[in-house]
């Protein structure tokens, strides 16, 4: 990685490795710091340094947390491999370990595809010590990006300490719920329209889909809860008391957000139950017009089949008004059936 300055108000160019050193004001000391100019502003208590990976190679990601920050074996593991659900795990240094005391946390940020109906995920891990901040993530990420520009800007001192700018992007990854939970409302909505007006076999396929979308999301949700769950009641040193009531606000917008979720959960139900209700109604009215057929046109078999024995005594067979009389009774017979069943309203 070579070094270089950002353009002027802005940010260069996205690199598999981005590093910032602040001061504790929240003012841009460097970006794109060399790495062996790292270890040595980590030792200056009046910088704050934020290195960022995204989909870095197996050497950079273990030159970086391993030959740099000298993390912990395990949340290294963890934070290279996929991690199925949201976690946070404090650090603390014993005798021969090298790392200064950290959190490891695993986040995952979702964004929602109408056009593939499921929600995507993606992974952000932190490490959070007292004056360095390293993100890890597979994919590029809109809150990593928000947060790098508001830092290098430093319009609201944001990159004063760790704590502040991993509540930044916390709060970013949060928001990106918002706009899911509005897709899926949309398509919620679509949908009882749907079932209402045109139940078919697509509708409730849509509509199982759809369930298993939102329980996969509440899957995300739940754990991720209990993670700021403990930073909002301060359990953690290194996030100062004064920053605690910032995270406990992201607890409680994502606390909304489940609570959405939830119900997006029954409104699915109830709009399955529609589509059920509806499937047993249209197989009730074929089975009510099949029934209507076979009692109207009765006379006419039992006529038929009277006259299709065709024996030689029998007296009908003889009388000279024979077959109007039995043209009259059948046709009759069926009149009085078709008007019996409108009297009833069953058609």
Same mark, same amino acid.
């Given at each position: ?15 598999? #490795? ?5 001061? =504790? ?24 340094l934020?290195?960022?990976l995204e ?13 740099i920050f ?19 795990d404090e650090y603390?240094?014993k ?8 959190? *490891? ?21 932190f490490f959070? @010590? ?10 590029p990420m809109?809150?990593?990006? %928000? ?9 609201v001192?944001?990159?004063?300490a ?5 509540h ?24 009882e329209?749907?079932?209402v007006?045109n139940?078919?076999?697509e509708?409730?396929n ?12 509440r ?9 700021l769950?403990r930073?909002a009641? @301060?359990?953690f ?13 992201v ?5 909304? #957000? ?12 109830? #709009? ?10 249209? =197989? ?5 017009l099949l ?10 078999? %039992? ?8 024996f ?14 039995? #043209? ?18 069953? *058609?």
């Amino acid at each position: 990685m070579q070094p270089g300055a950002p353009p002027a108000g802005g940010l260069a160019k996205p690199r598999m #490795i981005r590093s910032f050193a602040f001061t =504790t004001q929240g003012r841009l000391h460097t970006t794109d710091i060399e790495a062996f100019l790292m270890p040595t502003l980590l030792a200056d208590t009046a910088l704050f340094l934020w290195v960022d990976l995204e989909k870095p190679t197996t050497q950079e990601a273990k030159f970086v947390l391993e030959d740099i920050f000298h993390f912990h074996p395990l949340s290294i593991e963890d934070c290279v491999s996929v991690s199925p659900s949201p976690k946070v795990d404090e650090y603390t240094p014993k005798e021969g370990d090298l790392f200064a005391p950290y959190l *490891f946390m695993v986040i995952h940020a979702v964004d929602y595809s109408r056009k593939d109906g499921v929600f995507a995920t993606s992974e952000l891990n932190f490490f959070l @010590g007292k004056n360095f901040l390293v993100t890890f993530h597979e994919l590029p990420m809109k809150s990593i990006q %928000v947060a790098a520009e508001r830092c290098v800007k430093g319009s609201v001192h944001i990159a004063r300490a760790p704590d502040r700018v991993a509540h930044t992007l916390l709060d970013g990854i949060v928001d990106n719920y918002k706009p899911a939970l509005e897709e899926l409302a949309f398509e919620i909505s679509e949908l009882e329209s749907q079932v209402v007006e045109n139940p078919a076999r697509e509708t409730l396929n849509r509509i199982i889909q759809i369930k298993k979308e939102v329980y996969h999301l509440r899957q995300i949700m739940g754990p991720q809860r209990e993670v700021l769950s403990r930073f909002a009641r @301060g359990e953690f040193k290194l996030i100062r008391p004064h920053i605690v009531p910032y995270y406990r606000d992201v607890y409680d917008q994502l606390f909304h #957000i489940h609570e959405l979720a939830l119900r997006h959960t029954d409104s699915l139900t109830g #709009i399955l139950q529609v589509y059920l209700n509806m499937a047993s109604n249209q =197989t009730s009215e074929v089975v009510k017009l099949l029934t209507l057929i076979t009692v109207i046109t009765t006379p006419l078999m %039992v006529v038929g089949t009277w006259y299709g024995m065709n024996f030689k005594d029998m007296p009908e067979l003889h009388a000279p008004l024979a077959y109007p009389v039995i #043209i009259a009774l059948t046709l009759a017979a069926t009149l009085v059936a078709i008007w019996w069943f409108r009297k009833k309203n069953w *058609f």
